[in-house]
């Protein structure tokens, strides 16, 4: 049985507000597909011309260190000059990384932004989509769909190549099934991430305030006015991996700024085949990436590039250094003993991302992720992307304050 998920066992990733992994780029809000749990308001042609980007990207560049840019939206691909915003965040020396959900990508849009300098994509795949001639179709059915998109990256090659979807509560108990997927493709799937469904319940337990203002969050995308299960945790998605992958371990996290034991990321990197997951590298492996990096670079890691994810046994070198990976050497090394065969075999890694969202504690606060990495730009300074909308509509954030009736959640 494995141990319990413990924060003070992983490696809290050093990431901050000043000094991240990654940025959030949004050159628009228009979006080509709905997304059940999307939390940006989707308006047509509202794509951003390229002094605004370039002055956003500026703002990143005077305000936080980044090594990548996550380009998001709505859909970016439907930006009529997303080359050229891809050769702008590539110019300043980062990683652009697309966020989308597949519909616009061609062979030769791939080959054209390949060009422009993109380092990987980002696709979010999942049954809350309002997907043309898939409507109805489970997450399982949806993997003949991922497929189908790792195999354009890797035909295209030197491309990261993720998959996210957000987990509701009637998929949780797929998500086993999906990381099972993303090992028989371990070779050109290179990073999977299941995003815990959040909203802002409207219609019970709360009220909302701007300054002294009461106001209405009807404007607001993710509000909702309905219930619906909004209190799947991380660590709640690791139990149901375990239930497949019964030694499935996360090494290093971000935690709420509410709850220091609140888990907002949680980082999992696997090694092994197509046929057998040998083992998780440790906390001292992931903090020696991003210490080395940081040292060499200036910046902390993200997205780190196809080729190295396919050197695993290389990796296993530093298993004197970190107790994950001198387990998964053991391991691969008893299975070598018994078929010799398997030396000659390429050990892929491969991460596991588990988000969990924006949480309502019981005295209104919201537990935003602590040193977030989807920081984005507006009116010049550094906010919460996924909760914009509110500035947006409300020129500020919102409060949350509890009813009489004390509804609410911990």
């Given amino acids: 049985m494995a ?18 992994a990654i940025s959030w780029l949004e050159p628009t809000s228009m979006c080509n597909l709905y997304c059940d749990g999307c939390y940006r308001k989707n308006e047509s042609n509202a794509h951003k011309p390229l002094d605004v980007v370039r002055q956003e990207l500026d703002t990143f560049n005077r305000l936080r260190k980044t090594d990548g840019v996550s380009i998001a939206g709505g859909d970016p691909l439907v930006h009529p000059e997303i080359e050229k915003i891809v050769e702008m965040v590539a110019s300043d020396g980062q990683k652009p990384i697309i966020n989308t959900n597949g519909l616009a990508l061609t062979k030769e849009k791939l080959l054209a932004l390949k060009k422009a300098g993109v380092a990987g994509f980002t696709f979010h795949i999942d049954s ?5 001639h898939m409507k109805g179709k489970t997450e399982l059915e949806l993997n003949d769909l991922r497929l189908h998109y790792a195999r354009m ?22 998500v086993p099934e999906i990381v099972a997927w993303g090992q ?45 299960e909004i209190t799947i945790m991380s660590t709640d998605i690791v139990d149901e991996i375990r239930t497949k992958y ?7 996290y971000l935690n709420s700024t509410e709850r220091p034991d609140h888990f907002k990321w949680l980082l999992t990197m696997r090694i092994g085949t197509k046929d057998r997951i040998y083992g998780y590298v440790g906390p001292k492996f992931m903090e020696l990436g991003q210490t080395l990096h940081h040292l060499v670079k200036g910046r902390y890691l993200a997205y780190t590039k196809p080729k190295t994810l396919k050197k695993g046994k290389s990796m296993l070198l ?9 387990r998964t050497a053991s391991a691969y090394l008893h299975q070598a003993m018994l078929t010799p ?50 500035l947006i509509n409300f020129g500020d954030w919102v409060r949350a304050v509890p009813e009489a009736d004390g509804a609410g959640k911990s």
């Fill in 153 to 174: 990256l890797a035909d295209v090659g030197g491309i990261s190549c993720a998959f996210n979807a957000t987990v509701y509560g009637h998929t949780l108990k797929l």
């Fill in 128 to 132: 809350g989509q309002n997907r043309p």
């Fill in 3 to 20: 141990a319990p998920v413990r924060h003070t066992d992983l490696y809290r990733l050093p990431w901050t507000l000043p000094d991240n």
């Fill in 246 to 252: 019964p030694d499935f371990m996360p090494s290093a």
């Fill in 318 to 326: 530093f298993s004197p250094l970190d107790k994950g990976l001198a």
């Fill in 184 to 228: 028989e493709h371990i070779d050109i799937v290179n990073i999977m991430v299941f995003i815990a469904y959040r909203a802002a319940p409207v219609h019970k337990g709360y009220e909302y305030f701007v300054g002294g203002k009461k106001i209405d969050m009807s404007p607001i995308t993710y509000a909702i006015q309905k219930d619906r």
């Fill in 341 to 390: 065969r398997v030396l000659f075999q390429r050990l892929h890694l491969q991460s596991v991302m588990i988000i969990q969202p924006s949480d309502f504690m019981k005295n209104g606060a919201l537990g935003m992720c602590d040193g977030c990495p989807d920081i984005t730009v507006y009116d010049n300074k550094l906010v919460w992307s996924c909760r914009m909308d509110e």
